[in-house]
């Protein structure tokens, strides 16, 4: 069978085909070759979410990845920030948990919390 893929890495959103025998076509640059190997091995996302702020009442800073994590750790690193909290100050781009499950990724903040 057939697979498509709609490559995510910029904007143009190139198709990009895998035929049976693995050939892959479609693809406009090396990178979009790329992002299909991996989607077809190891496939990688960016998270964003929110982390607690335990010194400030009902207050929670917007986070996101250091980089994509492997896309069936996505629920483990979701609970983890579920039940993590950080205490204001907090800086923008701050790491607030380093190396989640031992991915070389880190959780860090896209907001400054004052
Ligand atoms: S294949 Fe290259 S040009 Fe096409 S969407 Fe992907 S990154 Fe962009």
């Given at each position: ?24 076509s479609g693809y ?87």
């Amino acid at each position: 069978m057939e697979n498509e893929f709609i490559c995510i890495v910029c904007p143009k959103g190139c198709r990009i085909k895998v035929d049976n025998e693995g050939n892959i076509s479609g693809y406009t640059c090396l990178r979009g070759l790329n992002y299909v190997q991996e989607e077809l091995t190891c496939p990688k996302r960016m998270l964003t979410s929110t982390v607690k702020v335990s010194n400030r009442k009902d207050t929670y800073v917007s986070v996101k990845t250091s980089s994509s994590i492997p896309k069936d750790l996505l629920l483990k690193v979701m609970e983890e920030l579920k039940k993590a909290s950080v205490e204001a100050p907090v800086k923008m781009h701050q790491v607030l948990l380093k190396n989640i499950f031992d991915t070389n990724v880190d959780i860090i903040a896209t907001k400054e919390i004052k």
